[in-house]
């Protein structure tokens, strides 16, 4: 039975940092492809990074660019999420997701992952 969870979520004051970080477990998931989307209410599941299984290419959407550092550790099956210089509106539901896929085109829809964290809550003050 595949398990994805989630750790590391909390409140922070905007300006500082929090690691999340995901432990797979139930299979070997050095094929796939990892990656964390974000949902806030009211809003729709927001792609936010990935690393692809193929070649270790790092995604990410354009409002974490340069903030979010995504990694992976085959041997621990875990994926992590630094974040730094968090904003309010980075405050959401963060859930680590993996998918067989691995190319660019694959990495940004939710619906070519098959297996999902139930999510860690991250809330950021102003």
């Known amino acids: 039975q595949v398990q994805l969870v989630e750790s590391g979520g909390g409140l922070v004051q905007a300006g500082g940092s929090l690691l999340l970080s995901c432990a797979a477990s139930?299979?070997?998931?050095?094929?796939?492809?990892m990656g964390w989307f974000r949902q806030a209410p009211g809003k729709e599941r927001e792609f936010v990074a990935a690393?692809?299984?193929?070649?270790?290419?790092?995604y990410y959407t354009d409002s974490v660019k340069g903030r979010f550092t995504i990694s992976r550790d085959n041997a621990k099956n875990t994926v992590s999420l630094q974040m730094n210089s968090l904003k309010p509106e980075d405050t959401a539901v963060y859930s680590c997701?993996?998918?067989?896929?691995?190319?660019?085109?694959?990495?940004?829809?939710?619906?070519?992952?098959?297996?999902w964290g139930q999510g860690t809550q991250v809330t950021v003050s102003s």
């Open positions: 690393i692809s299984w193929i070649d270790s290419n790092t």
């Open positions: 139930g299979r070997t998931f050095s094929r796939y492809s």
């Open positions: 997701a993996v998918t067989p896929a691995g190319f660019r085109a694959t990495m940004f829809d939710p619906s070519r992952y098959d297996y």
